[in-house]
Each structure stands twice: as structure tokens, then as C-alpha cells.
């Protein structure tokens, strides 16, 4: 296994961000810096207080510094940093450590604990679980957090089956518990509020009875991979890309390239998920608040977790590490953060010459690059996909735990308005997963795909026609190019289920990329996310902008997502629900580019059948 490093393509950029008390102590920096002169007074040296607005109630923004690591590695200077800009009115995401640091300060609140011992008679902390939720339309004016609760009746639990129905918001800044939010007041009578106690769990240790007629399933490669990797450069078959990965996006393919008649030509310059909505249907308080962005609130690298050997992943696996930052800018070592390995597909291609009975057949095979995001309750696990003949793709299977509540005041015990019954008291929720990938791409052209035309291509039917189209079967693809060169790769578009939230509602404003399932844009260095650079508290979406495209070295933002009306079989662990979409060669080869694939049997079947007196 080798150690996977994570940099960016040109490492001598990085960012750097200044922490302490605004008011007294000094500096904190992530970096080694040198004064300009021997003789400077070092005495002098203080931290300058901020400018009066940024001390008022509200949010105080961030600091983006641009350094230039290889300026400072023999001999540290302050000429390392190229830029410092403040950005006003915005927040970070909040990291693992904010997450942390949130259910530590739900549990420490004195009101808290009083209210759990008063409303639902638990005095245990140790079995309280406080979800940390980014609040949509933030009820206060910081950084928070809110923590929706639930209880565990043993460390091995399912909390999910008992959730609570009141929910603090802990600001980040000031570190405490700012509110409160109580949708019942008390019990009836009075007295305290009743929560579900029936258990509902998926634990192994927890099941009673385990099936016992599950036969092996081995899946072996005797010769070893078809892979090679050097560094973070891989290559596979026809295929070579750069791997990369970063708190944000999780994984992303760089330079994604395929080999036909010795010519080797790019297809996409960069590939990446950029952002996902998940808006949730209950439109009362405090649930109308239930909105994460999760990868511009949370970051689907800081939620990755090492996967495990012959569950999580199959065959013979090359796994990669991956190393990020925590809050206070230290190291952090994922192991076994991506997956890579092939699989067999199916069939390939097959005819058979009815005339002569010969057949001619190949299998298939892909190569996956993978890494699971637990994000809270979810689970989303990413599975980009390359294939011998050109195509590309992604699959996002959907799992974990369904976000639970108590039934709201009024609510109909037997029908929730707003989600359905897994538990007796306990409401799931339905809700929308809007994701959306960034595609920048370049098919064929090694100028990053400066020259690259987007076009869309429809099918209509014929009018009826006595002379073209007596029958009535006739039907064409109109083509609405930009230019008459041919159309390299196309989409297919996997499902996409319209918002459900209203325009000109926050959701709407805030995941307008949802609203539309392609959008198209010029290039830009500063444009990646389409939600915006700062998502956590935000109130709109300042991700897209309109522009002039003709010669503009297009990027393709698709959008699609999964409108989840929950089961009762999605509890206590949702089995997976899949999304995603497909990139296909289309004119980008001359015919099909796998006829140099070998006639092979399976051997090992073969000594199988043979073994048991079959031919």
C-alpha cells in the first residue's frame, strides 16, 4: 500500500489562515515566517486589532492567504505570501473538529442538562448523542451549530430509534449554547414527554439470528491487477488520470486521458462532485431549518473514513491514504481513505452468425476509484467508474441513517404529514439529495478544452406524412450545434427530480444549481463551487454567473439528485439507493474501441465445471 500524499497539481500554492483572540495575544500562524531585520523590536511585536465592524454581532468573515511553500522552504520569509483578503460576512465549514466541539458543549450546558432531566427524566449524558446539523436560515447572528438529540439505551444502540424533540444551536464563536427550540412544551398534564423506548437496531452484536445459507463469493485475480500506479498517477488499459483528493470534493480525476491507435488524447481535464442539497419536506419549526449543503458545510474529505478490506471493498485493492488538515492546520492521516480495484461488468459485446453458429464475445471490465463520506447520519459512497470502451462515470450509493424526529404538535400519530413512521412516535422525514459534478472537459483537445463545443441533442418524432412518414414510425435527433465539428462525448443524464422547494424560497435561492439539470459556463479559476466559495450560513447562491461561452473553454455543471420518499424498509439501516450518470465516447473513435480485446475463456471456471464432470 502505498501513502497517498495530497497536493495540489501546482504545489507551490497553498492557504494559510491566521487564528487567536482578537483582542489580546498574539498571532498564531501555520508557518514559519522571519522578521525583516536582526534589529527589528521584538518587543513591539503585537496583534493588531480588527477594524471596529468586524468586533459588531454578525459574522466576521475569513482570511484567504495565498503562500508560496517552495519560497519559504530553505530559508522562511514573509515574502512567502503572494496575497491576504478578507472576506466579510461569510463562514468556514464547519470541520470535524466544530462537530466535536458542538455535542461537547450541548452536553456541558447546565439548561440542557436540566430540560433532558425534567422533560424526559435522562440524567446520562454519556448516552446522549447530539447530531451537529449547518443551520438554513440561521436563527442567530454566529458560526453554529444545531444539535438535534437522541438517546442510547447501550453503546452498541441504534439512537436513531430515540430521538428527542428539543434542539439546541451552539454558537461556534462564542462557544455555548445560544437557544433552545422547544416544539412541545411540556407532556400532557404537565408532566414529562414521552419517547420512544423500543430499540431498533442493526448492530451485529445486537442480532438475534444470522442467516446461515450465505456461500463464499471470491473474487481472485491470480496474476494480480491490470492497474499500474506511480505515485498518483495510475494507468489501466487504454486509461491514464492523476488522482487527487481534498477536504472538499473527496476524490477528483486529473487529466483523464485515453490510448487509441497509439494516439493518446485527453478526455477530461478535470472531473470532480462539487456540491449536493439536501432540503428536507417538514416545513415547521425547527425543521424548516433542516437543509445541509453537505459538501460546502461539512466537506466530503474531512468526512472520510478508512475503508475496510473485503466488505467495504473486493479483489485485489490498491488503497491510497490521504492526508488533510484539522482546525489548527496539523496533519491528519486518513488511512485507507480511496479504493481502487476492477471489476467484471458482464458482457461486452456478443453476435452470433446464425448462418455459421460462430459466436464472437468479450467481457467487460471497469476500474472503480472510491471513498465513502459519512456526513452525520449519511452515508454516501463514490464510485467513479472507467471503462474499456471510453466511458466514464460516477454512481453515488446512498445509505447510513435516516435523520429521525419526534411527530410535531398536531401531527396525526398514525400519518405524519411530512415523512413516515419507522418507529411507534418516530416521524423520518422525506427529503431531496441535489448533487451536482463539475466537468471540465477537453476530448481531445490538449489545450484543456479551450476549443471544446457544448451541444445538445434532442430526438422528435415526425409528423404524420403521406410521402416521409405514412407510417407514422419515423422520428430524428436534431442537433443545435454551436459549430459543425462533431460531437466528441455525451452525456447521459441519469434521473433528476425537479426541487420540490418554491422559487424564490432560501432553498431555492441558496441550490439554484438544482433548479436546472445542465448548466454551462466559461471557465474560470475562481469558479468551482456552485453554491458559492462559503456555504455554512449563507442566504444565497453566489456559485454561478452568466457569460459569453463561444471560445470560452466550457464547464459542464450537471445536476441530479434522488427525491427520497422513505420506507419503512429504509430503517434501521437504509440499503442503498444509487444515482449518477454516464460520459460515452460519441465520434471521439472511429468504431468500437475495444476490438483488440482477446478471446478468453474464464479458466478457473472452467477447471470448475470439469472438476464437478460438467463440459
Not at 468526512?303 to 471493498?313: N, Q, S, Y
Not at 458559492?532 to 455543471?557: E, M, N, Q, R
Not at 434522488?562 to 439507493?577: G, Q
Request: proline share 9%; glycine share 8%; charged share 20%.
Amino acid at each position: 500500500m502505498k501513502a497517498f500524499s495530497v497536493r495540489p497539481l501546482r504545489p507551490a500554492l497553498h492557504l494559510f489562515r491566521v487564528s487567536g483572540h482578537p483582542y489580546f495575544g498574539t498571532a498564531s500562524l501555520s508557518g514559519h515566517f522571519t522578521l525583516p531585520s536582526p534589529l527589528f523590536p521584538k518587543h513591539l511585536l503585537s496583534k493588531q486589532e480588527p477594524p471596529k465592524k468586524q468586533l459588531l454581532p454578525g459574522l466576521c468573515g475569513v482570511v484567504e492567504a495565498e503562500v508560496d511553500l517552495q519560497a519559504g522552504v530553505s530559508e522562511p520569509s514573509a515574502e512567502a505570501v503572494l496575497s491576504w483578503t478578507t472576506v466579510a460576512g461569510v463562514c468556514a465549514l464547519a470541520s470535524p473538529d466544530d462537530c466535536l466541539e458542538a455535542e461537547a458543549l450541548c452536553k456541558a450546558d447546565p439548561q440542557v442538562q436540566q430540560l433532558l432531566k425534567d422533560r424526559y427524566g435522562i440524567t446520562d449524558m454519556d448516552s446522549l448523542c447530539c447530531d451537529p446539523w449547518s443551520i438554513h436560515a440561521s436563527p442567530v447572528d454566529e458560526r453554529a451549530i444545531q444539535c438535534f438529540l437522541y438517546v442510547k439505551t447501550c453503546p452498541e444502540d441504534n439512537a436513531y430509534a430515540h430521538p428527542l424533540d428539543m434542539t439546541p444551536v451552539v454558537g461556534l464563536d462564542s462557544g455555548r449554547v445560544l437557544r433552545i427550540d422547544l416544539p412541545y412544551k411540556c407532556g400532557p398534564g404537565g408532566g414529562p414527554i414521552e419517547w420512544n423506548k423500543e430499540n431498533s437496531n442493526y448492530h451485529t452484536a445486537l442480532q438475534s439470528c444470522v442467516r446461515t445459507d450465505m456461500k463464499p463469493l471470491n473474487i481472485t485475480q491470480p496474476q494480480g491487477p491490470s492497474f499500474s500506479v506511480q505515485g498518483n498517477h495510475i494507468s489501466w488499459h487504454n486509461w491514464s488520470f492523476i488522482l487527487g483528493f481534498n477536504y472538499r470534493e473527496g476524490i477528483v480525476l486529473h487529466d483523464v486521458r485515453y490510448k487509441y491507435g497509439g494516439v493518446t488524447r485527453p478526455v477530461m481535464h478535470r472531473v470532480s462532485l462539487v456540491e449536493m442539497a439536501v432540503p428536507y419536506a417538514d416545513p415547521r419549526e425547527p425543521y424548516v431549518r433542516k437543509c445541509a449543503f453537505d459538501v460546502g458545510d461539512y466537506g466530503l474529505g474531512y468526512c472520510t473514513f478508512p475503508l475496510t478490506l473485503g466488505c467495504d471493498c473486493l479483489g485485489h485493492i490498491h488503497y491510497f491514504d490521504a492526508t488533510l488538515a484539522n482546525s489548527k492546520g496539523e496533519p491528519v492521516t486518513i488511512s485507507k481513505a480511496i479504493c481502487m480495484h476492477e471489476e467484471d461488468t458482464g458482457l461486452l459485446y456478443k453476435h452470433v452468425d446464425y448462418r455459421t453458429g460462430h459466436a464472437e464475445s468479450r467481457r467487460g471490465r471497469r476500474l472503480v476509484i472510491s471513498h465513502v463520506s459519512t456526513v452525520v447520519n449519511y452515508e454516501y459512497a463514490f464510485y467513479w467508474y472507467l471503462y474499456m470502451d471510453g466511458a466514464l462515470g460516477l454512481d453515488i450509493k446512498l445509505t447510513g441513517e435516516l435523520s429521525t424526529n419526534m411527530l410535531s404538535p398536531g401531527e396525526n400519530p398514525a400519518a405524519p404529514d411530512y415523512g413516515t413512521l419507522v418507529g411507534p412516535g418516530v416521524n423520518a422525514q422525506h427529503h431531496q439529495h441535489m448533487f451536482c459534478a463539475r466537468l471540465d472537459p477537453a476530448v481531445g483537445d490538449e489545450d484543456g478544452g479551450r476549443g471544446v463545443v457544448v451541444k445538445e441533442l434532442d430526438v422528435e418524432t415526425l409528423p404524420w406524412n403521406g410521402l416521409s412518414n405514412p407510417y407514422g414510425n419515423g422520428f430524428r435527433t436534431l442537433l443545435n450545434p454551436v459549430s459543425k465539428q462533431p460531437v466528441a462525448y455525451k452525456l447521459v443524464p441519469a434521473a433528476h427530480p425537479p426541487l420540490a422547494a418554491l422559487p424564490g424560497s432560501l432553498i431555492g435561492r441558496k441550490g439554484h444549481f438544482a433548479t436546472k439539470q445542465l448548466w454551462v459556463t466559461p471557465h474560470h479559476d475562481k469558479q468551482n463551487w456552485p453554491a458559492g466559495d462559503y456555504v455554512f450560513g449563507a442566504k444565497d447562491c453566489t456559485g454561478l454567473a452568466d457569460a459569453p461561452l463561444l471560445g470560452s473553454d466550457p464547464v459542464v455543471w450537471y445536476s441530479f439528485g434522488v427525491t427520497h420518499v422513505v420506507r419503512p424498509e429504509d430503517f434501521p439501516i437504509m440499503p442503498v439507493e444509487v444515482c449518477g450518470f454516464t460520459l460515452k465516447p460519441a465520434g471521439f473513435f472511429p468504431r468500437n474501441p475495444c476490438l483488440d480485446l482477446p478471446y478468453d475463456k474464464n479458466a478457473a471456471l472452467l477447471l470448475q465445471w470439469r472438476r464437478i464432470g460438467r463440459q
